[in-house]
Structure formats: C-alpha cells, structure tokens
C-alpha cells in the first residue's frame, strides 16, 4: 500500500493553526483531568496495598470489625503470643518480631497560638516496631525517650501544617501534655506515614487506658506454611483463648477489607475517568470531522490520481493522533511536574497522590485513543461517496 | 434576534453531527461541574458559620471520633441542665457503621425518645411517632435520604453494624445532615443491666440554648462546670463548628473538586469555541453574502453569539438536569466521622450553573463573531 507523505498530514494540522491549537488544548486539558483522577486513585490504591504485608498478621478486638482505633485487648496478649505462637514468628537473635500497638486519634496543638487544633493519629510503639513493619525506617533523629515521639513523613500534610512545623525539636501539645519531636521517620508509600509513634506505655496513660493494646502485629515465618500459620492463629483466637474476644488476620486482609470500603470512592473516581474520556472524545470527533468536511474533493482526488482510501484514512488517523499525542505529551508533563507525589489529606491519615505506570498508561492510552476514535467517524464519512460523485462535493 | 432562531436552528441541524458533539461534550462535563459542586454546597451548608444556631455539642476534650467519646451519662446531663441559659439538653449516644469517608454511611443516634420530640421538628412522612417512642426494643426514625439510598420501609427490620432496628417511621427534617441518620432508644444501645445504677457512656450531649447569642458564653460555663466536678473534661462548641472539625479530614480533597470543576468549565470554554470558530471558517463565503444583502457586521457578530450561547446552554440544561435527575434518583451523602455531607443539587446551584454556561457560551462566541464581522467580503466571496 503506498501511503501518503508523512508530512501531509502534519501540514494540514498548520492549514488551520487556531483550530488545532484550540483543539489539542482541549485533549491536553482532558488528559491532565484523567491523569488528575487516577492520581487520586493510585495513589489511595497503592498506599492501602502498601500498608499491609503479606508476613505480618495481626491479632485485635473481635468487636472493633474495621476499626481499629476501636479495638481494646487485654495487655498480656502479647506474652500469650510469645509463648504460645513463638514457633511460627520470625526471631532476630533473642527477639521475636512482635509489635504490640496503642492507636488513638486526638486532637494535637503545635506551639503557634493561632492554629486550631488538628485531628490526628498516634500510634503507641516499642522498639520491636520496626521488626515488624519492615517499610518504616527513621530517617532523623532517635527512637522517642519518655515525652517524646516520632512523626511521620505525611503527618504534616495531614495536619495541614508546613513541614518546619514538625521539626525535630519542636513541642506539640496532645490532650494537655507537651510531647518533643524527637525523631522522623518514613514508611514510603504506606499509610503509617501520616502518623505520630509515641512510646506505647507513656501514649496509653495518657488517653487514659493504661490496661489495655488496640491490636499486636507480628510478623509470621516465610518458611512456615501460610495456610498451617493461620489455622493456628484461628484455634489461638477462636478456641484457646475465646473470653479475649480475639479476631486474627493477616495484615494484607486488613487493608484489603478498607480497599472494600473505599470501594463506592473509587467508584465514582473511575465514573468521572469516563465522563472526561467521554468529553474529549466529542471534542476530537468533532475536529476530525471540521478536518475532513472541506477536504472530501481533495480526497476523491487523491483516490483518482491512486492513493487508496486505507492510505488516506492512515492520513487522517496520523493527524489526529498526532494532535492527541502532543496533547497527552504536554498533559503527562505537567501532570508528573504539578501531581507527581502531592501529599493529600484523606480521612485517618494522608497519602500521596501517585502517577505510577497504571495510571501513565491508561491516561496516555486514553489520551491517544481519543485521537483514534476521533478519526474514525469522519473518515467514514469521508468515503462513503464513490469518487465520480465526491468529485462534485462542494 | 428571536426572528433570526429559525436560521440559527437550520445551521446547528445542517451540522447535526459537530452540534451533537458539543452539545454532548459540553452536557458531560457540566454534569460533572455540577455533581462536583453539589458536594460544595452540601459542606456550605452543612458548616456555614453566618447561620446562627442554638445548639451547642458537648463532647470529650480533644476526642473527634465518636467512638473515643465516652461522657458520662446521666451525671452529666444532670450537671449541664443546670446551667443557667440552657433550655433543653439531649445525650445522644452515636454508633456508626465506619468512622472513615464513607459514601454509604449509616450513623444511629440513640436518644431518649420523648426529648428527641420535644427538640427536633421532625417531620414524618411515614409512620407513627408513638409507635416509635413505645417500641423500646429498638424502634427507630429513619431520616428520608436514608431511607430512599437504602430503600428502607416502615414496619420492616433494618440491620447495620451488628444493630437491628425496627423502622416505626421515617422523618423529613430542615437540618439536611440529619435526614441521613437513625433515631433510635438511646437504652436500646446502652443496653443497662437490670439492677445497674453507675453512670453509663454516651458520645455527645445535644445542648439547646435559651438565648443563641450567647451560646459562645453558655459553652465556656458548661466546660468549666463539667471541669470543676468531673474528670472526664469535655469542649463545647457551636454545632456547625462541631460539624466542621469532625469532616475536617474532608475538606482538603472537598476544595480539590473545585479545581476539577473549574477545568471542566475551561474544556467546555475550548470545547464550544472550537466548534464555533469551525462553524464560523466554514460559511466564511455565506457571511459575505449576508453582508453583500445588507446585513450589518454587528447582525453576523450577534448571529455567530447566539448560535455559540444556544449550544454551550443546552448542553448546560442538559448537564445540570442530568445531574440533577441523578441525585433526586440516587441520593448521596459523604460521610466522616459520623457526620454527613449530602450532595445538594439545590435551584440556587442550577442557576449558576446555568450562569456559567450562559458566560462560557459567550465568551467562546466572542473572537469567531468578532472575526466573521469584520471579515472583508470581497476576500470572503472568492
């Protein structure tokens, strides 16, 4: 097939400069709208399948379901955990990696009088933490003394603070007590990092629960068998220790059960994908058919000297995917320049807005689609007349 | 101008398919401008600090989530009616099916049922209040929205976050955020042991003010009474304060919509004027020939206008009453923290919706109109 000269088709676009720029404005604006949604859905996506690994299992109250600021165990079922499932837990030396936990959301003043206090969320630690949760390390400072505690990478931007704010050294004030930064630490791509870690005991005598955890994590041996493991955490929960009021599960079942709940979210996230999609889709059909509309004689023409028509419909898609490609180049630019790792607040923590290679793929796929679709319908049109007949077209 | 409709229709139909492109493309993206601005107008409403309110919320210091609240009840009641400028006090104990942003959240407040009726202007569109008030095994009031999102029936068991309840009616209220929640016997869900005289544990005490402007002064007198007998201190605020801290978390991604709105509003912008200026190049010769008979540039400009207003606005009727059918068919509410942001598709929002459809069908019509205006015939007939 002898197709038409490449820079036939970019000469046409120039034909009608205002009409082109206009249009592929608009393909940039709806490309950057997608990439802005599925920022937004990755990035909650990521940090939710992030935050749970698939070693660690968890034990918590059977009553808190989904909520674990809710959740209230007795203090010795870590020792229980110990003793009893010690086999099945991965040991570094003489420690085991278990990490039993205090969460409790309250309200955190900094130093400047004129800021409102913030919701936040602190998590009660010991040390063994970061057996357990392998993705968070600290990045400055120390592990919190009495009186002191760690914060988060996004806790800032949860709190709607500038990171200086949260500076090592600085005070925040937690139900009356001042508590000193004493250290940063990040947990990269999870949603511990929008959290305050304080030592669990001083954290649960300060919110005045001195005798209870909220959940124990810990983290099960690659080399056992997952399925022996969690049938014996079913018979510790269920049956050996019952008047607890126990529920166990593995970490990533945890998180998978929020990615459930956020699942109408993301719902109406991807709705608003299509309705965008929809939008530029009309937007493009519409120049194509502007492009072919004048030129139905020139194509006739061009099928009488012997192009064929694949050739001169492989024209057309060539403009129109260029126009959307430019578009989705300048869109994707921008988007990974303004978007690109923004932290956003969300409810119970923040994350960051995160434009991986799903989201590149299908924004940049949507975007060069849209140019193909756009195509399409008018150069059907453009050769539905036998050549004799579009030779007269006015 | 009106007689020049019938050339202006001829022109939008002689083009059927770029006019149904953007009337359909505008139509997308106005539905989503609106539907992303109803949520706004639900926060504004649901947290508008110019609307003076005579309820305070007592709740625990420092505590947000209403599940970390634990007052104790009746001792504080008892306390906080005494205060002087306090008309009316209700304990509210709140459970909630999930403390984070939820589309589908369901929030029962247990209440006890004869002051609820002394201090809501409920109105009940199915059922009996007596029935309500009688059933003490956990009869309860089900708000409108609620009940049309999940197609809830009176005289028929509802069951949510290990609570069933028995629906004895359901209730319209002026207060939007209270049309999606669940009344129910506020000993139903404190479920006291027979013989049990300690104090139990409710989320919230509801306070009714005598005077609201001084509810500020109310509130300090309640915190300092609460903090000079008890223990368990507690911050009273204004309920629409109260509102605002608890979807505070909510807020942040609320104001991002906006942004998504107003990009919207631009791609309608680039999406009509193209469409106008590719209608304007292709009767470059008829313009000429308009003029050539007699008509004025500013006839050609006003007819370009009106053709690109005519688009931008149907698609904008189209969209907005798109969105509209939509939350009148399937009510939403955001929730968090146990309190609701309904999407509220109110006229004030379809107004100026239709505004900006209106200004954005303009403004796109202003350059082609202006360029075919001023077009030179002699140039344009060749």
Not at chain 1, 276 to 295: E, H, L, P, Q
Request: hydrophobic share 50%; with cysteine.
């Amino acid at each position: 097939m002898k197709l038409l000269p490449w820079d036939y088709g970019v000469r046409n676009l120039l034909r009608r400069p205002l009409r082109s720029v206009l249009t592929a404005l608009g393909l940039t604006l709806v490309v950057f709208l997608l990439l802005l949604v599925l920022s937004f859905v990755r990035g909650l996506d990521t940090s939710l399948t992030n935050s749970g690994d698939e070693q660690v299992a968890m034990i918590s109250s059977l009553a808190a379901a989904e909520n674990l600021e809710n959740s209230s165990i007795s203090e010795h079922v870590p020792t229980l955990i110990r003793s009893e499932l010690g086999s099945m837990i991965v040991k570094h030396g003489d420690t085991l990696s278990v990490s039993p936990e205090f969460l409790s959301s309250t309200t955190l003043n900094t130093d400047a009088a004129t800021r409102v206090a913030q919701l936040a969320l602190f998590r009660g630690v010991e040390p063994e933490v970061f057996l357990v949760r392998r993705r968070a390390y600290l990045t400055a400072g120390h592990f919190p003394k009495a009186g002191e505690l760690l914060v988060g990478r996004l806790a800032a931007a949860k709190l709607g603070m500038r990171a200086e704010e949260l500076a090592l050294g600085k005070t925040l004030q937690i139900e009356g007590k001042t508590w000193k930064i004493s250290g940063q630490f990040a947990a990269p791509g999870t949603l511990l990092e929008a959290e305050f870690w304080a030592p669990l005991d001083e954290l649960k005598q300060q919110m005045k629960r001195p005798n209870d955890l909220s959940l124990v994590v810990f983290r099960l041996n690659p080399q056992g068998s997952r399925r022996e493991q969690l049938d014996e955490l079913e018979l510790f929960t269920r049956y050996r220790h019952r008047d607890l009021e126990l529920t166990a599960s593995a970490e990533t079942e945890y998180y998978a059960s929020l990615q459930r709940h956020y699942a109408p979210v993301r719902g109406l996230a991807w709705l608003m994908v299509v309705l965008v999609a929809v939008s530029g889709a009309c937007g493009a059909v519409n120049t194509m058919y502007a492009a072919v509309a004048g030129r139905i004689r020139e194509f006739a023409a061009l099928q009488a000297v012997g192009f064929s028509r694949r050739a001169i419909g492989v024209s057309l898609l060539q403009e129109s995917v260029l126009l959307a490609a430019l578009a989705t180049l300048i869109a994707t630019g921008a988007a990974l320049a303004l978007l690109q790792g923004v932290a956003v607040r969300f409810t119970m923590g923040a994350f960051a807005l995160q434009l991986d290679h799903l989201a590149l793929l299908i924004g940049c796929g949507a975007g060069v689609g849209l140019g193909i679709v756009g195509a399409i319908p008018p150069a059907w049109r453009a050769f539905r007349l036998p050549i004799s007949v579009a030779l007269k077209a006015v | 101008m009106f007689r020049f409709l019938p050339y202006i229709l001829k022109n939008l139909h002689g083009h059927r398919v770029r006019t149904l492109m953007t009337i359909g493309g505008t139509a997308v993206l106005m539905l989503l401008f609106s539907f992303v601005s109803s949520i706004q107008e639900g926060l504004r409403k649901l947290t508008d600090p110019s609307e003076r309110d005579d309820r305070l919320i007592v709740f625990q210091a420092y505590r947000f989530c209403p599940s970390v609240s634990l007052l104790p009840y009746p001792s504080y009641d008892d306390a906080i009616q005494k205060v002087e400028g306090v008309r009316d006090v209700l304990p509210i104990k709140v459970v909630v099916n999930n403390c984070r942003a939820s589309l589908d959240t369901v929030v029962f407040h247990g209440v006890p049922p004869d002051r609820l009726a002394r201090v809501r202007k409920l109105q009940l569109l199915q059922g009996r209040l007596d029935a309500f008030v009688q059933r003490k095994d956990g009869g309860a009031l089900v708000g409108r929205k609620l009940a049309e999102r999940r197609g809830i029936q009176v005289g028929k068991p509802f069951s949510i976050a290990g609570i069933t309840v028995q629906v004895e009616g359901i209730f319209a209220s002026d207060q939007p955020a209270e049309e999606s929640l669940v009344y129910t016997h506020l000993n139903f869900l404190l479920n006291p042991q027979p013989g049990h005289h300690q104090d139990l544990h409710v989320t919230m005490y509801e306070v009714h003010v005598s005077d609201p402007a001084r509810a500020d002064a109310i509130a300090k007198v309640v915190d300092q009474r609460i903090r000079d007998k008890f223990t368990v201190h507690t911050e009273t605020r204004p309920q629409k304060a109260y509102f605002r801290q608890a979807i505070s978390d909510l807020v942040e991604i609320i104001g991002f919509t906006r942004w998504l709105g107003i990009v919207c509003v631009g791609v309608v912008g680039v999406l009509v004027a193209n469409s106008v200026i590719m209608a304007a190049q292709d009767r470059v010769k008829e313009h000429a020939v308009l003029q050539t008979i007699g008509y004025s540039g500013a006839r050609i400009f006003g007819l370009m206008l009106s053709e690109s207003l005519l688009v931008s606005v149907l698609g904008g009727v189209l969209g907005i009453g798109g969105c509209l059918l939509w939350l009148w068919w399937k009510p939403m509410t955001l929730g968090n923290e146990g309190v609701s942001i309904d999407f509220l598709a109110s006229p004030a929002l379809a107004a100026w919706g239709l505004g900006l459809s209106t200004l954005v069908g303009v403004a796109a019509g202003l350059v082609p109109g202006w360029q075919a205006a001023r077009a030179d015939i002699v140039s344009s007939l060749r």
